[in-house]
Every structure is written in structure tokens, then in C-alpha cells.
């Protein structure tokens, strides 16, 4: 049995590399990208400390993250293609305010 500081650790270190990445990256889509990554390593947290408690709360609620997670790519996809139709860049330093 994999012990939860393993998983925890995990998560961590996805968590971390994901807001580096939106701290740090400039191109829409790879800061996108690094969101979905913070998401799923909560999803992985909520999901070992449900396997350690032995209930499914943890469970349900990374369903329902998972369904945010699904809406929030299709709306965040189509801003960037947005975006590069009318400025042909993803980058987010041309974009000072959301007027095209």
C-alpha cells in the first residue's frame, strides 16, 4: 500500500509546477494548461485523503471539479481562439484589457 504522503507529495510538486507556470509563462495556452495541472493535483489530494478516510466525499467532490474543470476548457479555449483571431497571438502581454 502506497503510503499518502506519496500521493501528497505528488500533488504538491504538480501543484507547484503548475503555478510557476502561470506565474512565470506568458502564452495563453500554456498558462491554461498549467490551471488544468493545479486542478488535477488537488484532485489528487482529494482522492488520497477520501482513500484514507474510507468515504467517498473526496470522490464526489473531484466529480464535480472534474466538471468545472470540462466547462472551464471550453469556454478558456474558445477566448484564446478568441484571442488569436483578432490579434493573431496568444500572448498575454498584448492583452491589457479584454477589448479586441
Known sequence: MVPISAYLILSFVL???GAIGVLVRKN???VFMCIELMLNAV???F???SQLHGNLDGQIAVFFV???AAAEAAVGLAIIIAMFRNAETTE????GELKF
Do not use: G, K, L
Open 28 to 30: 495563453a495556452i500554456v
Open 15 to 17: 501543484f507547484s509546477i
Open 66 to 68: 472534474m466538471v468545472v
Open 43 to 45: 484532485n489528487i489530494s
Open 47 to 49: 482522492v488520497a485523503f
Open 92 to 95: 498575454t502581454t498584448d492583452f
